[in-house]
T-cell receptor, first 113, second 115 residues
Framework: TQLLEQSPQFLSIQEGENLTVYCNSS?????LQWYRQEPGEGPVLLVT?????EVKKLKRLTFQFGDARKDSSLHITAAQPGDTGLYLC?????????????FGAGTQVVVTP | DADVTQTPRNRITKTGKRIMLECSQT?????MYWYRQDPGLGLRLIYY???????NKGEISDGYSVSRQAQAKFSLSLESAIPNQTALYFC??????????????FGPGTRLTVL
């Protein structure tokens, strides 16, 4: 059972368009991370959000953590082909599961020129 | 040089064979993890180790075993490989940072095919 549900599973857009990826759960997390994975490589951390309602920006990427710390979103403005990749959210559970990240299934993003 | 390395990068084996996947890190982290990645399922935790003397099962440990030979080395074994263990395997390391979050650093992965 996937604790973190990501949507959509696949997203194909043209260069210059905007996109949003969602990560939802019924569980509360102490923090939530977003990773990007490219073919033949391991995931690489983009950002960590910790506080409910927190918004972080990384160039054209905007990350938001829900007020209740159960969900998050990733918004990309004016997408570029270099944004292509598998985007994974990962939650750090509260309690004795701390440090064992729960990963979503991922959203495959394809940006075509 | 990469901070987290995995060997081999690709392996094809037959059902019933014993396989070992190796992971080494130069980040000096205490925590190490083994995950498998399957399409549509994301990353699932197989085993994790918070220090050399600490080994813990993850959510899908059946059919796997691990060995933490040193702080820098963490090996995953499949004692008798079966086809549904065909997957992409990742090793990761982490170290609790000052903000108490747990950033994980992944190796490049091992693609294992069991025929």
């Amino acid at each position: 059972t996937q604790l973190l549900e990501q949507s959509p599973q696949f997203l194909s857009i043209q260069e210059g368009e905007n996109l949003t990826v969602y990560c939802n759960s019924s569980s509360v997390f102490s923090s939530l991370q977003w990773y990007r994975q490219e073919p033949g490589e391991g995931p690489v951390l983009l950002v960590t959000v910790v506080t409910g309602g927190e918004v972080k920006k990384l160039k054209r990427l905007t990350f938001q953590f829900g007020d209740a710390r159960k969900d998050s979103s990733l918004h990309i403005t004016a997408a570029q082909p270099g944004d292509t990749g598998l985007y994974l959210c990962a939650g750090d559970p509260l309690g004795d599961s701390w440090g064992k990240l729960q990963f979503g299934a991922g959203t495959q993003v394809v940006v075509t020129p | 040089d990469a901070d987290v390395t995995q060997t081999p990068r690709n392996r094809i084996t037959k059902t019933g064979k014993r396989i070992m996947l190796e992971c080494s890190q130069t980040k000096g982290h205490d925590r190490m993890y083994w995950y498998r990645q399957d399409p549509g399922l994301g990353l699932r935790l197989i085993y994790y180790s918070f220090d050399v003397k600490d080994i813990n099962k993850g959510e899908i440990s059946d059919g796997y075993s691990v060995s933490r030979q040193a702080q820098a080395k963490f090996s995953l074994s499949l004692e008798s490989a079966i086809p549904n263990q065909t997957a992409l395997y990742f090793c990761a390391t982490s170290d609790r940072d000052s903000s108490s979050t747990d950033t994980q650093y992944f190796g490049p992965g091992t693609r294992l095919t069991v025929l």
